[in-house]
């Protein structure tokens, strides 16, 4: 078992909300840098870098390798570093977190739907006012279209162990223009 540090919509995995808890890096900071799947579905997603004087809250939660590489298989841009977060009560835990260098230079508005999944961990977890505040506006701004197509973005994710990011991607947009080209071929058919 290790202790994970998590901070995107891995908060909201049913394996960490079974013992996860509010945690925070010193001088390290969590924006959405991260280059997306789509400029327009998916434009950024959070990712955890140093940043002087910075807070970076998150959860830590303890893990199997097993369950680890079960939620977080398809988290192809990143790689694990071993850092120092601290829990609510100041304690210093060791763990492992996602880090990356595939940023956007500034910070770009996530889609709506992955900020809402960060909204809503950061009061599941009760994070400072702050960052709530800062998750809800990004859920406000976000483009819509992925809480409309829901299954794109975790269709994906399962495909991606399997198929690698290009290909799950091209499976899926398949997958949803075969769709489209039946309904229209039934819509035809009916009138």
């Known amino acids: 078992m290790k202790n994970y540090f998590v901070y995107g919509a891995l908060m909201m995995s049913p394996k960490v909300l ?10 390290y900071a969590v924006e959405m840098r991260l280059r997306g799947s789509s400029s327009f ?7 955890l870098f140093p940043k ?3 807070t ?7 893990l199997s390798d097993e369950d680890w590489r079960s939620i977080s298989g398809h988290e192809e841009s990143y790689h694990l570093d071993h850092l ?12 492992q977190a996602f880090v990356s260098q595939n940023m956007y230079n500034t910070e770009i508005n996530p889609s709506s739907r992955y900020a809402r999944m960060l909204y809503r961990a950061s009061v599941r977890y009760q994070f400072p006012r702050e960052i709530c505040t800062r998750y809800y506006h990004m859920m406000k701004q976000g483009n819509k279209t ?6 794109y973005t ?5 495909l ?13 947009l398949w997958l949803h223009l075969m769709i489209v080209l039946v309904l229209m071929i039934i819509a035809l058919t009916i009138i």
């Not at 079974?18 to 001088?27: F, H, L, R, S």
């Not at 579905?41 to 990712?47: D, R, Y």
């Not at 120092?84 to 763990?95: E, M, T």
Request: net charge positive.
């Open 160 to 172: 991606i162990p399997r198929l690698g990011v290009r290909r799950a991607k091209k499976c899926v």
């Open 146 to 151: 992925t809480r409309i197509v829901f299954w």
């Open 154 to 158: 975790p269709l994906v994710k399962k």
């Open 18 to 27: 079974k013992n996860g808890c509010a945690a925070y890096i010193k001088d």
């Open 84 to 95: 120092v977060a601290y829990d609510q009560s100041g304690n210093a835990v060791q763990i």
């Open 56 to 62: 970076a809250w998150g959860v830590v939660t303890t």
């Open 52 to 54: 002087e004087s910075a």
């Open 41 to 47: 579905l998916e434009p950024s997603f959070a990712v």
